[in-house]
Structures are given as structure tokens and as C-alpha cells.
T-cell receptor, first 115, second 112 residues
């Protein structure tokens, strides 16, 4: 079991640039979550997919953020255009089953810095 | 919306002592309460969880208690060790059952 795999681990880019974060969930898991972690706001859910379908995207901060899950083994989180306040650690997590009330397995995160 | 309050924000104990972290939640319909441990620069990892049909769950040195009437739950770590030093997050399921709402975290420091 390779765990949840995220890439890149670190991303530094200038404001205005497009940023794409990637996630491969654990094989067989059918729920996927994107989180953002900052010192000020803690760990916040951005979006939740079940069977590749977005179930709850109420945490997506604004239209600059978008997420897709084209298949069961891949998801992307895109920020366009990026802003310095988007700097954070972005985690992807996956779980088996259909509910959020299952143990979530987190990836190692992407540390994003927008200059 | 659902809100989860976690206390204390920092906790320092001596090796061998017990540590207790407390969380309160606002939505009485919440029925799932996990605890995650996050070491510096690492991913959050589930250490224990409890569902609303039980009042206590134990796993070696770690235990969680749940009081649904008072809407609070606590993490208890006994015989603390330096490797227990980390940030601990509690969470509760929101009313819609679509998201975990996390507390702000407790930084636990265990000194030897």
C-alpha cells in the first residue's frame, strides 16, 4: 500500500501564475478530500469527491479554485490566478466507503508558496 | 454551521505524566469524532476515533471519551513519551455528514 501520493511536495511561484496540485488516492478508496492548512485557519476542507463526483465544494474559497477527479485514481486542485494568500500546505486524503465518517488517510501534502 | 473548539492550544508535560485534550462541538447530530496526530512537517495521521454509540474507547496508552449530552469529547494519553510530542487535532462530522470540522489543534510537548 503506497498510501496517498501528492505532487509536487513543494511549489514556489509568483502571483498570477496557475498552480496545479495532484493527488493519487489509495487504490480502492472511493472518497477523496482536498484540505488546506494554515496557521491562522487550521485544517479546512475544500472539496469532497465520492466515486469521482464532487459532493461538497462549499469550502472552495472562490472561483480561482477548481478541482477535478477524472477517474478513481487521480485528482487535481487548480488555482488560477494564484495570490500570496493562497500560500499554505494542501493535503489530499482518501477513504474507503461512501461516508466521511471513515478513517481518512492523508498524503504528505504540497507546501505552496506564492510570492 | 458546525464549530469545534479545542483546548488547550499548548500543553507541556513531563515524560510519564498523563495528557488530556478536550474538544466541544456545536452540532448535536454529529456522530463521528476522530483524533489526528501531526508531527512537524508531516501528514495528519488518525490515532483513534469514536462513534456516538459508545462513551469510551481505548487503544493501549490512548483513550477517548465522549459525552453526547454535554457535546464534548476528550483525548487521554497516559505514560507520555517524548515521541508523543506533536500537534493533536480533534474533529467532528458536520450536520450534513459531508465534512469533518477540525479543531485548531493542541501542541503537546513531552520533555524527558
Amino acid at each position: 500500500d503506497a498510501g496517498v501520493i501528492q505532487s509536487p511536495r513543494h511549489e514556489v511561484t509568483e502571483m498570477g501564475q496557475e498552480v496545479t496540485l495532484r493527488c493519487k488516492p489509495i487504490s480502492g478508496h472511493n472518497s477523496l478530500f482536498w484540505y488546506r492548512q494554515t496557521m491562522m485557519r487550521g485544517l479546512e476542507l475544500l472539496i469532497y469527491f465520492n466515486n469521482n463526483v464532487p459532493i461538497d465544494d462549499s469550502g472552495m474559497p472562490e472561483d480561482r479554485f477548481s478541482a477535478k477527479m477524472p477517474n478513481a485514481s487521480f485528482s487535481t486542485l487548480k488555482i488560477q490566478p494564484s495570490e500570496p494568500r493562497d500560500s499554505a500546505v494542501y493535503f489530499c486524503a482518501s477513504t474507503s466507503g461512501t461516508g466521511v465518517n471513515q478513517p481518512q488517510h492523508f498524503g504528505d501534502g504540497t507546501r505552496l508558496s506564492i510570492l | 454551521g458546525e464549530n469545534v473548539e479545542q483546548h488547550p492550544s499548548t500543553l507541556s508535560v513531563q515524560e510519564g505524566d498523563s495528557a488530556v485534550i478536550k474538544c466541544t462541538y456545536s452540532d448535536s447530530a454529529s456522530n463521528y469524532f476522530p483524533w489526528y496526530k501531526q508531527e512537524l512537517g508531516k501528514r495528519p495521521q488518525l490515532i483513534i476515533d469514536i462513534r456516538s454509540n459508545v462513551g469510551e474507547k481505548k487503544d493501549q496508552r490512548i483513550a477517548v471519551t465522549l459525552n453526547k449530552t454535554a457535546k464534548h469529547f476528550s483525548l487521554h494519553i497516559t505514560e507520555t513519551q517524548p515521541e508523543d510530542s506533536a500537534v493533536y487535532f480533534c474533529a467532528a462530522l458536520n450536520q450534513a455528514g459531508t465534512a469533518l470540522i477540525f479543531g485548531k489543534g493542541t501542541t503537546l510537548s513531552v520533555s524527558s
